[in-house]
């Protein structure tokens, strides 16, 4: 499926960036033919916050909803048309429909035993944390952080969270899909032999780049912030993380070094993401691991996929296309992906309200969530700066960049 299918999604009216066009596009080809089981009846309702509605956000706030078990309470988004006209289509009574960079403590505050947090990559870990210290069951999407301190910060309110008890889930979805499940598994028993090489490559379309205006407010909004690398972590941090996040589940490490270049491609950028990048990872035990990734409006189909190099064999992950085991003693034939940007979404949301009503806290996804995070930024530093760079170092900079949000609503 090529990119003018992808843009071909039917999306919500301010998801306009290609990056989810690509992602939507892609599901609803397959979801259009799936014939949806009878809801399921939940004795407990969940009494859910949601934090950012913007395309996938008022998306995915609809899934929570189909879901049955919970009850959306409470929402914000920073801009109040968009709080009060989505807040409104998903039934929340209006008082509790709030806006401003301070929303958040407003759902917060309002009653919600959990919150899901989908808006700007840059306040993540400000708003986790408060979620956490009071006492939430924690959803988030990817990147969970921009820069190091917010990573590690992550990686702090998930151990405060299992220590009270409360649930803390990374919404990835390539981990959740059967026949990836299997691959990865072929791939953990020695299925390849002794694994040599991965590469991994994200390739989408490029997203609305528009001019700077006097604040920052311009850039919150139809995912104008993925183009700027304090707000959205880069493009590597934004498409390609999926793809990067499938190597280090499979193998249960992340990368001690990085190399490679990257640049800016589009035309008329503003912001200061670079959207072509080549990365090599290396790891403790000298596995090499490949990253191409580029965020261009040049007819490439979409890309999403890690593939494995083994002494015996190879296999492939996808998050559209086929995964296999190639070859080797544990040779699988696998199959095509299935409306994964969905499908992958309703899993989690579904493991999420088991997780809390059964009482499971380990928070598995937090921690390679954070790695996931840290690989995109030593490649991200590495291929900027044009240099080989450790994770050792990258940590010991712990660079924290920063926003200016002054003249913002409150």
């Known amino acids: 499926m090529n990119r003018r299918k992808f843009i071909g999604g039917t999306l919500a009216a301010t998801a306009t960036a290609v990056f989810l066009g690509a992602l939507k596009g892609k599901a609803q080809t397959n979801s259009a033919a799936t014939n949806a089981p009878a809801p399921t009846e939940y004795k407990r309702k969940l009494k859910l916050g949601v934090v950012g509605l913007g395309g996938r956000g008022q998306w995915i ?4 909803r189909n879901h049955g078990g919970y009850q959306i309470h409470a ?13 409104a289509a998903l039934g929340v009574d209006k008082t509790r429909c709030f806006s401003g960079l301070s929303g ?57 969270a299992t220590q009270k008890q409360r649930v803390f889930l990374i919404d990835y979805q390539i981990p959740t899909d059967p026949i990836n499940i299997e691959v990865a598994q072929r791939i953990r028993d020695g299925g390849l032999g002794k694994l040599a090489h991965i590469q991994t490559m994200g390739l989408c379309g490029t997203w609305n780049d528009p001019p700077k205006t006097k604040t920052i407010e311009s850039r919150l909004q139809h995912l104008t912030w993925i183009n700027d690398i304090a707000l959205g972590c880069d493009y590597m941090g934004n498409f390609d993380i999926h793809a ?29 993401a670079h959207d072509v ?20 409006s040049n ?3 979409g890309t999403l996929l890690a593939t494995f190099q083994g002494r015996e064999a190879n296999a492939q992950i996808s998050y559209f296309g086929k995964s296999f085991v190639r070859g080797g003693p ?9 409306n994964l940007y969905e499908a992958g979404a309703v899993r989690n949301i579904a493991a999420f309200y088991q997780n809390v009503t059964t009482g499971q806290f380990a ?17 991200r530093e590495a291929a900027a700066r044009h240099t080989f760079l450790t994770m050792a170092d990258l940590l010991q900079e712990n660079a924290r960049l920063t926003v200016d949000l002054s003249g913002l609503q409150a």
């Not at 706030?61 to 929570?64: I, M, R, Y």
């Not at 899901?116 to 952080?145: N, S, W």
């Open 61 to 64: 706030a609809g899934l929570f």
């Open 75 to 87: 929402v914000a988004d920073y801009f109040p048309a968009v709080s009060k006209s989505q807040g």
């Open 104 to 160: 958040y403590q407003k759902v917060i505050a309002s009653g919600v035993e959990a919150i899901v947090i989908i808006d700007v990559p840059y306040f993540y870990p400000e708003q986790a944390a408060a979620a956490v210290a009071a006492g939430l069951h924690v959803y988030m999407a990817k990147p969970v952080a921009v820069d190091v301190p917010g990573a590690l910060a992550i990686l702090e309110a998930s151990k405060v």
């Open 244 to 272: 990067i996040d499938a190597a280090l589940w499979v193998t249960g490490q992340r990368p001690v070094a990085a190399a490679g270049g990257s640049r800016i491609c589009r035309e008329h950028p503003h912001g200061d």
């Open 277 to 296: 990048c080549s990365v090599v990872f290396q790891y403790a035990d000298g596995l090499v691991h490949n990253h191409f990734g580029q965020g261009l």
């Open 299 to 301: 007819n490439n189909d």
């Open 330 to 338: 544990k040779s699988f034939g696998g199959g095509k992906v299935e």
């Open 363 to 379: 928070n598995q996804t937090v921690p390679r969530a954070v790695d996931g995070v840290l690989t995109c930024v030593l490649g």
